[in-house]
């Protein structure tokens, strides 16, 4: 089903499920993601502004049913403390639009630790064999 795109502010136009997601703070659901089964080397963007956030070299399965990741770029996403729906969690933001990305937590793999639990639907990944190489 092909999607109409809806013009954001800030972050360009956008399906309404991405809009659902980065601007609205909702999740898609699990194993729904076909970059959960992406294993090419290359780069992860921010969907909405092409902000660099993930390398391919940083992802990981988690068996979560969402894109995970155990390390973000540097300076590519910001935190805050989420206590919606009756938990508490640490929120992703892009940084640069600060869009709702998802969440992060302490159950990771070595070398971070971290679990970076990502929606799939707001990452752009560029194969680094493809016409932007993947360069930040």
């Known amino acids: 089903m092909v999607q109409k795109s809806t013009p954001v502010a800030v972050c360009g136009t956008l399906t ?63 935190e805050r403390k989420d206590v919606s729906h009756g938990m508490t969690r640490i929120e992703v933001l892009c940084a640069n639009c600060q869009g709702h990305l998802g969440h992060v937590f302490p159950d990771g793999p070595p070398p971070t630790g971290l679990r970076y639990c990502m929606n799939g639907l707001v990452l752009d990944f560029q194969p680094e064999d493809s016409a932007n190489s993947g360069t930040i």
Request: aromatic share 10%; with cysteine; glycine share 12%.
């Open 16 to 78: 309404p499920d991405q809009v659902r997601i980065l601007r609205e703070h909702g999740t898609e659901r699990p194993g729904s993601s076909p970059l959960n089964h992406e294993k090419r080397p290359g780069l992860y963007r921010c969907a909405g502004c092409g902000n660099p956030l993930f390398t391919a070299n940083t992802k990981y399965e988690s068996g979560s049913g969402w894109p995970s990741f155990f390390d973000a770029l540097p300076s590519a996403i910001e």
